[in-house]
């Protein structure tokens, strides 16, 4: 599951390099005792701080990724997003409060969710705007 992870991550490295932003990812992020996002990206005047999840279903988070995303963000003054990737869906980019809370505390994002509260990739970069239905 780790390289699908890594290999979804490097994807979205090439996306922003070839919408003209500046990315990088930090390799092991989850692995040390400092707070780091998987991505940091920078363009048309933002800084994002990306915490990466892919796979067919569900995607989860702990506390820990998440108090550590908004904490290297509020450091680094970037946005915080939680960018989930589902097979054969692409990419959704969501905002830590559009998440939901599972039933052992940590949180998670479904296809549902990402479809009613995410952005599209161009939609975080700002090339479109969708407005969605409640």
Known sequence: MKKKGTRAERELLHLFFENKWASARIAGSGSTTMPAPDLVAGGSGRVLAIECKAGKDNRYLTNKEIKELVEFS?????????????????????????????????????????????????????????????
Do not use: P
């Open 74 to 134: 509020e450091c680094f003054g970037a946005e915080a997003w939680v960018g989930v990737r589902f097979d054969n869906l692409g990419w959704f980019f969501l905002k830590t409060e559009d998440l939901r809370e599972s039933k052992g505390g940590n949180w998670f994002v479904n296809v549902d969710i990402a479809k009613k509260k995410g952005l599209s990739f161009n939609e975080l970069i700002g090339k479109f705007k969708q407005v969605k239905l409640e």
